[in-house]
């Protein structure tokens, strides 16, 4: 990771992240309002490294899609494809630990209903 492109995309990338660590209750207007100070660096490093994944994930995904437009090859896209630009287009909106989130609730759901129906 040495070409300027390179560190563009890594300026851009810790930038949005930061971003979106300190102001995703701003944004998602979640009350921070009399919160204490692990609750916040919580939040931070939650929305942090939610916006970071998914600026991984796109760094995965640009290279193949250029390349795919540069030699105008036909698009074959595989599942890992498709779910490194789901997660890299819901981290980058901000959205990746509200989707983590409720996946894991969920799944705790449906093995609590499972749970009761065995007994």
């Not at 100070?37 to 995904?61: C, D, E, I, M, Y």
């Not at 090859?73 to 599942?79: D, F, G, I, K, R």
Request: proline letters at 4%; glycine letters at 8%.
């Amino acid at each position: 990771m040495s070409s300027w492109p390179d560190l563009a995309f890594l300026a851009v990338a810790l930038g949005a992240s930061v971003f979106y660590g300190a102001k995703a209750c701003a944004i998602f207007g979640v009350d921070a309002a009399g919160k204490h100070w692990p609750w916040k660096v919580h939040q931070f490093w939650l929305n942090f490294s939610g916006s970071f994944t998914g600026w991984l994930a796109l760094w995965v995904v640009i290279p193949r899609v250029v390349t795919c437009v540069i030699e105008a090859c036909a698009p074959e896209l595989s599942v890992s494809d498709v779910a490194l630009f789901f997660v890299a287009f819901v981290g980058v909106t901000g959205f990746l630990p509200t989707a983590i989130i409720g996946l894991v609730l969920s799944i705790k759901e449906v093995v609590a209903k499972l749970a009761g129906l065995l007994k």
